[in-house]
């Protein structure tokens, strides 16, 4: 596809359940980012990939939150027991990576809003 | 720790005319990125404009602008000849230069609204 793609685009889960949310990054982007987007921390980086190795998992809020990517293409971020606080528009990102000025630019996906009841 | 303030919760601005929006950083380091984001309601991030720190030049996208000071550590857009479609929440953001990624800090946002 021409763009990054996520699913699903809405989650509504109840507390306690475990949920996957997919990135579909851009077809060459070596770099894949996530990112939680919530009204009361505002937009926050999550985890980074490299090809399908996490260098940075810096961002992730708890042990609840895992993430891998296959194949250095599709990624999946999994959130177990889900709490209220969890709520909130997971974005996920991709780029080039590389070293010149343009690899840094990140293009996001659409977000998956996920709502735990 | 980078920190990026973004200090106008909202703004509003009449078609064809033109809008500043502010955004602040700070930061220890010398080579690094910045970026101004924007995000319509249907939720979908869109890279505006990209400045690296090293360039003096400010970056210029069609009817957007950049005004970067280096040293006062400011990162202004100018939205020129303002569009219904500029309504957006703008996003201003922070990328150390870090080998061949780099992880993005944002500002709080601006809520940009475009009037006719």
């Known amino acids: 596809g021409a763009g990054v793609s996520q699913s699903p685009s809405n989650k509504v889960t109840e507390k306690g359940k475990d949920v996957e949310l997919r990135c579909d990054p851009i077809s060459g982007h070596t770099a894949l980012y996530w990112y939680r987007q919530s009204l009361g921390q505002g937009l926050e980086f999550l985890i980074y990939?490299?090809?399908?190795?996490?260098?940075?998992k810096s961002g992730l809020p708890s042990d609840r939150f895992s993430a891998e990517r296959t194949g250095g293409s599709v990624s999946t971020l999994t959130i177990q027991r889900t709490q209220q606080e969890d709520s909130a528009v997971y974005l996920c990102a991709s780029s080039l990576g590389g070293t010149s000025g343009g690899a840094y630019e990140q293009y996001f996906g659409p977000g998956t809003r996920l709502t735990v009841t | 720790a980078q920190t990026v303030t973004q200090s106008q919760p909202e703004m509003s601005v009449q078609e064809a005319e033109t809008v500043t929006l502010s955004c602040t950083y700070d930061t220890s380091e010398s080579n690094y990125y910045l970026f101004w984001y924007k995000q319509p309601p249907s939720r979908q991030m869109i890279l505006v404009i990209r400045q690296e720190a090293y360039k003096q030049q400010n970056a210029t996208e069609n009817r957007f602008s950049v005004n970067f000071q280096k040293a006062a550590k400011s990162f202004s857009l100018k939205i020129s000849d303002s569009q219904l479609g500029d309504t957006a929440m703008y996003f201003c953001?922070?990328?150390?230069?870090?080998?061949?990624?780099?992880?993005?800090?944002f500002g709080a946002g601006t809520q940009v609204v475009v009037t006719p």
């Open positions: 990939f490299q090809g399908n190795s996490a260098p940075d």
């Open positions: 953001a922070f990328m150390k230069h870090v080998l061949s990624w780099g992880k993005l800090q």
